[in-house]
């Protein structure tokens, strides 16, 4: 970790991201939850300047070298990613009939929801995204 904590100094700058579903539900088992990740992940390119030089998608978790074009800030951009992501994922479980896992998901976002000062609601994705500059032997080592 930099010193200062986890932050993003350099918006243009080239990060290594994780962010991670809340309690590590293993969400991104079905197909349906990964198109959306899929599909927000092809919106903030267009939309936000996101740009993915590598990355993937485990069951509860994102790893990801990103940047962005000039004229976006990555926090921002990741911020609209994790934001529309959770809203359209949590309106697929309520709204699923086949869904095995719906109250359980459901119930621990809404608790993770109402232990973050922060939010109000149900919460998605952990807080934190870990990011980490790609550069100088600190990294690469």
Same mark, same amino acid.
């Given at each position: 970790m930099s010193e200062g904590g986890y932050k993003i100094r350099d918006q243009l700058a080239i990060h290594f991201i994780t962010f991670a579903v809340v309690e590590w539900v293993d969400v991104f088992t079905r197909q349906q939850y990964r198109d959306i990740v899929l599909e927000k992940i092809r919106e903030g390119q267009k939309e936000n300047g996101?740009? %993915?030089? =590598?990355?993937? %998608?485990? =069951?509860?978790?994102?790893?990801g070298i990103l940047s962005v074009r000039e004229g976006f800030?990555?926090?921002h951009t990741l911020g609209e990613l994790k934001r529309k992501s959770s809203m359209e994922i949590m309106q697929a479980v309520e709204?699923?009939?086949t869904e095995s896992r719906k109250e359980w998901m459901l119930d621990i976002f809404l608790q993770a929801g109402q232990a973050n000062k922060r939010n109000d609601k149900r919460q998605f994705w952990r807080q934190e995204n870990h990011?980490?500059?790609?550069?100088g032997r600190e990294f690469t080592q």
């Open positions: 996101l740009l %993915l030089h =590598s990355w993937v %998608l485990m =069951s509860n978790h994102f790893h800030t990555l926090s709204k699923s009939e990011p980490k500059e790609c550069f």
